[in-house]
């Protein structure tokens, strides 16, 4: 019980003094005075150049236990929504990692690959970008807090055989400019939920999605120099108005289909290539 006392303590300490935050992430997101975001459903946690807390962001439904599927330590904190089961885990660290341009970018690259190679296991959106998350010290997403210690970097590494290095995406940052690694990252995201919203949702909806995940990107990635609203509306509208279109159930069927058929004509290939070969080593043999 102490414990977790004491880390909902260090949480709120950690906290900056006017973090982002909101009630509706339909509004987007605002600057507001420490005291009165903890009272909010959607805050920051982690301070712009030091990441204290590990955020995973497990877009499916009735996941609080998936850390125990993907073989992961139990998190610091888990926050639940009240009508998927959708939820956010919370990994507080025992010491931050600086993301100034003057940290050490061993510990900085280590720490992004073993944050990929957990969200790949947990299943977990990569296109997340860590700045807001429910907020753990609010009641509505019914928070559970787990007493653990906070964790050291290489206890949870030691969960991996090996850490695999997190996929780099081509023609971002500084070849083309921030704009198109926010539309590079986020048409990641589209391109897997489009049939969902189409499916279950509207355009509206999808359009919002995807504009939140932009402002969020946009005040986490470039936080000293912002891009401008506008931009964030562009890349938004396109990314959602190009998958609108071009996805499809059937095209996704079709897709499918095509994949199945080639991987079978492979099969078939390597059968073929196989029986001639056993044909041969039998006409050999007979011949000697």
Not at 100 to 105: A, F, I, L, N, V
Not at 158 to 170: G, H, M, S
């Amino acid at each position: 019980m102490f414990n977790i006392e004491n880390n909902r303590e260090i949480l709120k300490s950690q906290i900056p003094l006017k973090p982002y935050a909101t009630n509706d992430l339909d509004f987007g997101l605002t600057i507001q005075n420490k005291n009165k975001a903890l009272d909010m459903l959607y805050l920051q946690v982690n301070h712009p150049l030091y990441l204290h807390t590990m955020i995973f962001d497990l877009d499916k439904e009735n996941c609080f236990y998936e850390f125990e599927n993907a073989h992961l330590p139990i998190p610091s904190f888990i926050t639940k929504s009240p009508d998927s089961g959708r939820c956010h885990y919370g990994y507080m660290l025992n010491a931050p990692i600086s993301s100034t341009e003057k940290s050490r970018q061993k510990p900085v690259k280590f720490a992004r690959a073993l944050y990929y190679n957990m969200a790949n296991r947990l299943g977990a959106d990569l296109g997340y970008a860590g700045l807001i998350t429910k907020n753990p010290l609010h009641s509505h997403w019914s928070p559970f807090w787990s007493g653990a210690d906070l964790y050291e970097l290489n206890d949870l590494a030691d969960c991996f055989d090996d850490l695999e290095d997190p996929k780099k995406r081509e023609n971002t940052e500084l070849a083309f400019g921030r704009n198109v690694e926010m539309f590079d990252t986020q048409r990641q995201w589209a391109y897997k939920n489009v049939l969902k919203y189409k499916n279950e949702s509207s355009f509206d909806a999808f359009y919002k999605e995807l504009l939140l995940k932009c402002e969020t990107f946009n005040s986490f990635a470039n936080y000293n120099n912002l891009l401008p609203y506008k931009e964030l509306v562009s890349t938004a509208k396109s990314i959602a108005k190009f998958c609108w279109k071009e996805f499809s159930n059937e095209k996704l069927h079709d897709i499918q289909s095509k994949k199945q058929k080639a991987r079978r004509s492979k099969r078939t290939e390597k059968q073929k290539l196989h029986t001639k070969t056993l044909l041969e080593k039998a006409i050999m043999i007979n011949e000697e």
